[in-house]
């Protein structure tokens, strides 16, 4: 049998919510609600599979097209009319729809199958000529600008059609779309025609089936458009999948006041809260909502406007929720008050709905707790301990707007009016706050550089409110007392006015524009944890609190901290941490007076000088080492000796060098000349790591008695101490060898001289190819490996992260990377040398335990990598625990 | 049954020849004599495995020690005599003896058993008091040595043995040692346990078996002497394999003058040349000849003073060729006109020798064709193509000195006096010519650090002698005119003085010394090759040539050379290079004035500035390539395309830059701001490589037109053209899958402008591990793929080979390198990623061409390593492609 690129959906229904891979979301959700009886139009989805073999051929393959005009047939039985039929004309929507949704991303097409000769069927047909050509007017202006490329010519013109548009507006003196007269729209349709005849050399096109495939054509294409580009690289969907294409029947939300179309979420997508929520516009078309040029109105009015139909919709909110067990977003229209469903999604949501929204469905027995915990994306909870505004400050601050809450948060900034004002600031390490009318696509990256969105006009299922849910923006939109004026680059509100560069502060938990940057206090779950807030009080620690337990109840991977202070590592055990997985030692040398002794040491020409002032620099490692032992009562604890180039440490201004010089009596010149000895040429495959060490055996010998009379005074104090020692950039077992043998000896002469026992463990990184391979037998005396994914990833790849920038935006455009190596793990290459690793140290030492404490270590993708290659634990930054604990919990229940 | 840890040799014998792994080379062909019946003086040898159990324990493990008397008491037997025996005591020598022969690095101790009563025993059994003193004076300055430790302080200082020596022939009014008087040896026995007892505090050892376990656990601990240690690293012998000990009973040379002792070759061990060869000393002990002291006698002289033994000699020479199949090294001694064999092994030989000795015995049937080919080191034939001294000029010089050639070639350099000062010349990187009386074990770095060795005493068996040839040396010893004046640093050759830092020529071939520094011409070979010389005037290139032959006719790795010129090219066309594996493109554009136009396309802002820039570049590399296809007309050329950092290319003082501003009429500002923006923390992890190619597509557009354009105008010539595109530091497949657009690209266009059809192959280089890792998806794409094993190795090591020089020393003297990882390829860690790709490789595509392009492709361990892990060539430099085929060819037949 012939392979199937087209799937049916409505009275004969070919697929179901399963199948996302081949239909897309939105057709296999389509097909969901057909199968299930909800009133879905009929038709048809080609599949993604079709996607590459379009763009690869410039066109449909003759199989596909035969299978899609079966299809068409069968559609054109269902309704009882038929396409291009001069009479009562079908028209169809042409949607696009990959595996994962993207909103926004990607082209529509609505009202196709309209022409010169249809458009008067239609309006003879449903007796209502102002329908029809308001709807005729819409499709050419899509098709136009979407098929026939017709555009604005840069970012800072306008759109040839709008142009129009407003101009027959001004001319009649009307508003809103949806007050133009027939004669007014039969007048846009003429000037738009010649608009393409002029742009394009062609007119437009009159023929049905040349429209539908040039519409498919249009919507495949767009799979590879750039903004689809940039939003598959920041949420990592590969370039392969494709999308797949809808061809629905038309409903019509424009075909009067008995009409309508909407969006609606059954629960809260920014707080979570289960109340029904959405907003819709009387007399419109499905774009008009999501563009946000009209602001729409909440559902709840909708009980007022049209109580029959809010009934129907409210039983529907229940049906989705039962049946897909998940908070839904759906798109409506009604038209002449018949209920037309046209699609359904899980909905985005914010971090805070994530989490409030799994935990309630748990509780209330929809879900069970498994599916809860992988509802929450596992970076999303940093939002929840975000820093939040000062109670006493934001009470006494001038609020300047209020719209709806769209990304809970608190966020300043200095005004940007532009999404390329951004991007500008954030480069200079500023802090913007994008504000605009109202987002497109085209400003997504100007989103990304913002700490917050403010929109004047839109609602909740606007552009901004919907990229800001996915990318846990504070956002606040609809904030409709702003006037923003793009021309004077400043924004009006009541007497204030906000000009480019001003700092502004939205809540986007409450809705509110403040003037000024307000202060912050640490989030509630941090107030509780740090006990100035009673837990009782706080109801988002309540939920963090109780997910996290289930995350503890389920993880296999253990979750330690990368600390470098007993701060630090207090704040990681207050987060659940349990051990410290990495003391970067070298950090402690930089603090306070410290850094003179450290470059004594290294400006030491003899080994006897630099034991002089390793001498000096012992108690101070000695004090940081009990401070954290104490910290971390009972845990394990895992210090890494020295291990970045000398060069780090030494001052490169010859005032300092002068002064340094002074202060130990060195020759300046000395100091120069040794400093300039320092240099390398690639210091990152210089003398660093175990290598110092092994130069110079004195330091590792001062840091593991350091390590080790800590040990025992926390020892005589009664404080439980699991010390690990950690050698860095080992690549040849011999190395690790000679660094072992010191440390054996210290901890020989350290019990000897204080007649205290005690135990300790010593291990290796690996971060080295070499050593990833040679894994066997380092695995002979190490008791411990803990992946440094970060160096690992720079020789694996031969691609160092300081360098990288010259070419990073070239490899991300080219899709070279799917993800940034450097934050998520290269798993096909520096993985697969983890994977070879584990497999050698496991056949030599069975119960080995292995961790990773590079910066991958708190970020999901990674951590989940980690668990399932057999990691026994993760190390990360103290805020970074929830996040790994979370993404732990989830690798462990897939 | 328990381990044997102790093997007999003499009436029993329980080893044989191929057991030198346990026995050493010593220990096992002292058993193999003894198994064939010549007069080998019984012992038995403690193997190898104890050693490092010695180590360990600092002692003899229990079971070893009960072997060993076990043993000794056979020995007792069978020459019916007793250790310690206070009428007629059984002497012993005690020997080291590895697995390879380390000639000079550790220890051994002669005439062991005699104390101040056994010597009255001895005195009396032979009936020669003096002997007997002698001996005992002897063992005593031995012991105290080696076991002891009772040395010079310095290398400045006189040894206290010697010096005590001295002063007693000195008050005594004689020469030579043989001329002392028994009273002399009386005296001199009593003044060194005087001096034992000043500087270890005890007296010396009485008890005999004290001795022997003193003895024994000496020579297992001079295995990790400095002087092993550093022999070892040069050699690539492993610390691990450890030394056995000889303990054999004594048999003496001393014993008057129908007693002597003496070392010979079966050949000539400098030329090859087919003559019995070697030196004896009447009434003395072995280690008097190799010491060098007195300059023995050759051993053709033999024939006069002992006519009978001499005869047995003979035989013995040409009984040890048969049975041994190979040059033999032996050392002999005669016993009151009975001759004892102490020693076999085969013979160290130098280049010259060792082909000529390997083909010789070949065509007289002792050894196949397989096997001569295996005994020539691989390295070793580099001397045959190194430079001569020019005849007429050889003619013309002042011949200041003669002695005997022990390493055949031409040496010219600074004159030193000491191993010191010819290491630091060679720092300063000056040549080096080491002039000393003598060599000792200490001189070892001097001698690596020196161009050539000249010696006024010792033959050539001497220490100079023996290492010279070992490390291909040119080498002169014995020139007897020549008088070294240490104190003066200079040396008088008649009526010149010739002063430290003195320019000096020696011809290892003639062995004559000459004033100045004498002109070089190429070798025979070369000229011969060059066409210089007609093959038939040259035996050297007869023996080169057939070699060659030989190695073609079996060995399965072809051998490609490094060439970026066509006089490279045909240089290595030459010596019979198969292909071009290597261009580095980017070589030539720092020829003449084309840096300039490089560096206008580096400074370009646009692509169309870089596009004009290159437009220039474009018909100079076409020219290149045109220059290589026409000189390797019909093998394989191998294009590598812009690989090193662009900051390599652009000037970095000020000076240049503000020229070259001038010259492409940029601001100086603009090309300052340029040249910084370039710089890279770690330029071997930065923008380099394909990046540079993806980074700026217009580049690798020139560089494959230019290449294209070559080959179409070679096919116009009937120039039969195998162009191969490489695109360097691959890490993903889309990375190559975007460069082979470009290359397909360009092809197409070219082939459509030329009307020319043509063929090319496009791979890449594996120099990343993420490549090696990927090899299976990349293979999809590459028609062929080769290692770049420098680049592999910094980054699978993590070390820059620029940066290495910190530690370098360090790890060479923990062995935590083996071999260097730049010189040889890192088998274990380099080589298994190599081992990977090739196996992912070959399984997406079986067929596929696999090289390698790095330096190591001419270093003979790394070339088998590559006949051992499959691949399809080697490419090195065009003087190593002979090296590269022997090296090839030994592979093939182990």
Redesign the interface.
Known sequence: MAEKFVYEFGARTDGDAKMKELLGGKGANLAEMARIGLPVPPGFTITTAVCAAFTAKGGLPEEVDAQKNAALANVEKQVGRRFGDAKDPLLFSVRSGARESMPGMMDTILNLGLNDETVLGLAAATNNPRFAYDSYRRFIQMYGDVVLEVHAEDEHSHDPFEEILSAVKRSSGVQFDNQLSEANLRDIIERYKELIQKVTGRSFPQDVHQQLLGAIGAVFKSWNNQRAILYRRKYGIPGEWGTAVNVQSMVFGNMGPDSATGVAFTRDPASGENVFYGEYLIDAQGEDVVAGIRTPNPIRQMEKDMPAVYGELVAMRKKLESHFHDMQDFEFTVQQNKLYMLQTRNGKRTGFAAMRIALEMERDGLIDQKTAIGRIPADSITTLLAPIFDGKEQAKAKVIGKGLPAGPGAASGKVCFSAAKAEELHRCGEKALLCRAETSPEDIRGMLASEGILTSRGGVSSHAALVARQMGKVCVVGAATLEIDYGSRSMRAGAVTVKEGDEISIDGTRGEVYLGSLATVPSEINQVLEGTLPAEKSAIYGMFARLMEWCDGCRKLKVYLNADSPQQAKAGLRYGGEGVGLIRTEHMFFEGGRIDFMREMILAETAAEREKALAKLLPMQREDFIGIFTAMEGLPVNIRFLDPPLHEFVPHDEDTQRALGKKFNIPFERIRARVEALK????????RGC?LG??YPEVSRMQARAVFEAVVHCKKQNIAVHPEIMIP?I??V??LR?QADIVQEAARAVREESGVQFDYLLGTML????AC??AGEIAEIAQFCSFGSN?LT???????R???G??LD??NE????TQNPFATI?M???G??MKIAVERARKTRPGIVLGICGEHGGEPLSVKFAHAIGLTYVSCSPNRVPVAKLAAAQAALT
């Open positions: 390398e040429f690639n210091p990152m495959l210089g003398h290598r092994i130069s950039l690549g040849f011999k190395e000679h971060e080295l190819p070499r391979l040679r160096d720079q020789t694996a790849l031969g691609m160092s300081d360098d990288m010259s070419f070239r490899y080219l899709e070279i990377f290269d096909e290459g520096v697969e040398l």
